[in-house]
């Protein structure tokens, strides 16, 4: 079974073409990525607008690229799948009209994909695929959440952000700091030649007894720090920048570990742009060494958002039977979409 993915979420998009053959791993068989960091780095974050009008001029010369890299013509593709939710309602709405378009031009079923299933699947595309149960630790864009996933379909909510998440914590620390859009991945470099212990910022809801996350009360910590540096800000900026970057991984690795403890299951998954800070895989790997838990990732290029996660959730949900695909061509997008609604 051939899928071709379409994902145009955000800021990225991305194009794939995976083959999800009943009772075998999915395979990868090419994907094409187009980022719009350099459009949305004036406005110093993404303005939806521009978004979608490039999602537009930039999606069928990546689906022609994709089907060149595979050596693939459209006409062997058997499912076309399309990121529905959640998102920017614009940019969703140019990856579903061109995926069901194309659909209906070559009489081949489609269906709307979850974002986050996506993400959360998508170690199943690596050299090391999970096996169900697991816990997953979602950590993409403005999403950060634990789920006990049973099987593919099966998600149980065990703790969220109630305010900021991770990722919003990096991008929105980074910018207090000074530092350019995205602003994680400049933190997160930046933290590689500083002190992750020379301030001492909070850790939000570590002692809580739950399993939700708090990253707002972090970001203001950060910005009163930095207003107390003043003038030594920037030569003391990599070391504010580790402190924070150790403040948000241990949280993320304690509350990990806590969801282990609750569940009794020893393998965990890590998903989500967030899933590929270099501090986090380290500490995470130590910890679950120790405990004898085994962590699967993402492979690095498929941490963000990616066509390939699309297609890969869209053909594991066919494998597992979840989805009755009716030969409709009509379609909605779902800016707000809770991944728990869609339980088997």
Request: with cysteine; net charge negative; hydrophobic share 45%.
């Amino acid at each position: 079974m051939i899928v071709l993915g379409f994902e145009s979420s955000c800021d990225e998009t991305g194009v794939a073409l995976v083959d999800a053959a009943v009772k075998s791993v999915p395979r990868l068989l090419a994907h094409a990525l187009f980022s719009q960091i350099d459009m949305h780095q004036a406005y110093g974050g993404v303005v939806p607008e521009l978004a979608s009008r490039d999602h537009i001029r930039r999606v069928l010369p990546l689906t022609h690229e994709v089907m060149q890299q595979a050596q693939r013509t459209l006409a062997e593709v058997d499912v076309i799948a399309y990121t529905r939710g959640p998102g920017l309602a614009g940019a969703l709405l140019v990856g579903a009209g061109v995926a069901c378009a194309l659909a209906a031009a070559l009489g081949k079923p489609v269906m709307g994909v979850h974002h986050l299933e996506g993400h959360l699947l998508s170690p199943f595309l690596g050299a090391d695929p999970p096996e169900f149960p697991f816990v997953a630790l979602l950590v993409s864009g403005g999403h950060t959440q634990l789920m006990r996933v049973e099987r593919v379909g099966s998600y149980e909510l065990l703790g969220e952000s109630i305010d900021d998440a991770a990722g919003e914590a990096f991008d929105k620390s980074a910018k207090l700091m000074g530092l350019p859009y995205p602003g994680g991945p400049h933190l997160s470099k930046l933290a590689e030649s500083g002190d992750g212990a020379a301030f001492k910022l909070p850790r939000p809801l570590l002692h809580s007894g739950n399993l939700d996350f708090s990253f707002a009360g972090l970001k203001t910590a950060v910005l009163t720090q930095a207003k107390k540096l003043g003038s030594e800000l920037e030569s003391r900026k990599a070391d504010l920048a580790a402190s924070t970057q150790a403040a948000i991984v241990d949280v993320l690795v304690r509350k990990s570990m806590s969801a282990m403890a609750q569940t009794g299951l020893n393998r965990l998954v890590v998903a989500g742009g967030v899933g590929a800070n270099a501090l986090l895989r380290e500490q995470l790997n130590a910890v679950c060494l120790k405990r004898g838990i085994r962590v699967h990732y993402p492979e690095l290029h498929l941490c963000t958002d990616n066509g390939a996660m699309i297609a890969l959730a869209a053909g594991m949900r066919l494998q597992a039977g979840l989805e009755s695909l009716d030969g409709s061509y009509s379609f909605d997008v779902k800016p707000r979409w809770p991944l728990a609604e869609l339980v088997a």
